[in-house]
Each structure stands twice: as structure tokens, then as C-alpha cells.
């Protein structure tokens, strides 16, 4: 029976990590559908505004649906930061995209759970023991080899800030109740944020063309898909034990980069991305 039962949670985890490699190669065609919206008229706060509105309304009739008590309507005021926060995140995602390297976004986009655990002591009063900051310290100098401050682009402070964004918006979830609804999270940090993402984006507003309408309900797809599919497999196994399947993304984004867009990313960007992953993992087995 212990094999059977060995064998079957061997299976989820492995499913799991498939699961997870996946979601990374449809998030990494997320990202090159932003890149190309970058060329366009369309500007990164109108971006925001329509994909927030995309997804609440596709999320709207299933939020709707559950119980009362499970829309997550008494834990607003922790939605509405986070939706900013992702606001935010997103119209740095855009720009950074634009004028840096698929890699090289990505890979400082890695400095997310870095910083998760100082702003968990920080926001959260959790205890953080003092080898950890040594590693979060380890991972930052990885992100400063990858942008290369001989050559530093000004992008590279949109993409950190990109990081803070997600790191801050993951310790936020701390404060949600146990048993919340994923749903119910995932539309209210967006609708939450329409208001603001308007007022932003009504002063550079573009005509869209529809050839743009298909990037934008591409992107807006495919990372509804992504987070569908990242909450699927934390459900199927410890985090601890396929977290590091996420890497496949720098691999998908440096290999799209390289074939659509001519990026050929230097030794710099190679070495700090692994900086980065050894960080993470070190941060990891402290946790």
C-alpha cells in the first residue's frame, strides 16, 4: 500500500511539473504578444485598462456564482492594494518588455521571491532569519549582472520595480483568510483596479486597430491560462518540490527572443540568471 501510495504522489508531482513547464511556455507566448503590442499605438496604461476589464468580465459570471461568502467582498481593502500593486507591475511589465531583452526581463523579473521574504518581515512581522537576507543580497547581485551597470538601460528599474510589485502583492495574500476562492482573488485585484486604470489611460487613449484587438485578447488568454494552470499544480504538490519547474521560462523566453526578435543575450545575462536561481534555491532550503 506505502508503494502505491508513493507511486501515486510521484505521479501528481511529476504531472505537476509538466504542468508547471507548460504554463511557462504559454506565459513566455504572453509575453512576446506584449512585446509586439509595444509597436503598436496601443500605450502600456491603456493595455492595462482593457486587459483588467477582458479578464473581470470573463471572470465576472463565475465570481458571481459562488457563495456569498466566499467572493471575498469583506477582505476589499487587501484586493484593492494588490490590484494596484498589479496595475502597477503590469505597466512596467509593458515598458520593460518593449526596451529590454525577452531574457533579460525575465530574468530580473526572477527577483520576485528574493524579495518576498524581507517584505514578509517587513509587512507581515514574520520572522526572517538573518542567512536569508544573505541570500536575497546573493540573488540582487545576480539581477545587477544581468542588466549590467557598464550598459545600464532605465528599463531595468521599471522591470525591479516589476519584481517589488509581485513579491509585494504575494505577501498581501498572507493576510487573505484560509479557504478563500482563487477565483474570487483573481477577479477582485483586477476589477478593483479598473477605476484608476481609466483615469490613467483616458488621456493617451488610440483608436485600436483589429489586427491590436487579437494581441490584446491573446495576452489577456493566455495569462488567465497561466495562472489557471500555475494554481492547478501548487495544488498537486509542494511548492518546495516543483517551484524550480518555473525556470523552463527563461529557457522559452531566451529561445523565442533569439528565433522572433534577433536577441542574442550576452554572457552577463546567462550568469546572472543563474546568480539568480542558485539564490533561489539556497532561499528555499532556509525556508
Known sequence: ???IRARMAADRQ?????????GN???SFGDVLVKLLGRTEVGPYQYVFLRFVMTSLLLLPFW??????????GQWKVHLLRGHLLLMGSVCVFVSL???PLATAN???YAAPLLTLPLAALLNREQVRLPAYGVSLLGFGGILVVLNPAGWHWAGWLALLTAFAMAASNVLVRRLPRGRSVLATLFLTQALAIPV?????LPEWQPIEAEVWWLLVGSTLLGIVYQGVCVQAYAMAEASKIAASEYSGLIFVTLMGMALFAE????????GAAIVIVAIGLQRRLR
Open 98 to 100: 518593449i526596451h529590454l
Open 264 to 271: 542574442f543575450p550576452a554572457w552577463n545575462v546567462y550568469l
Open 197 to 201: 486604470s481609466l483615469v490613467l489611460a
Open 14 to 22: 511529476l504531472l505537476a511539473i509538466l504542468l508547471l513547464v507548460l
Open 25 to 27: 511556455l504559454i506565459i
Open 107 to 109: 530574468a530580473v523579473f
Open 1 to 3: 500500500m506505502q508503494r
Open 64 to 73: 458571481w456564482r459562488l457563495p456569498r461568502e466566499r467572493r471575498g467582498l
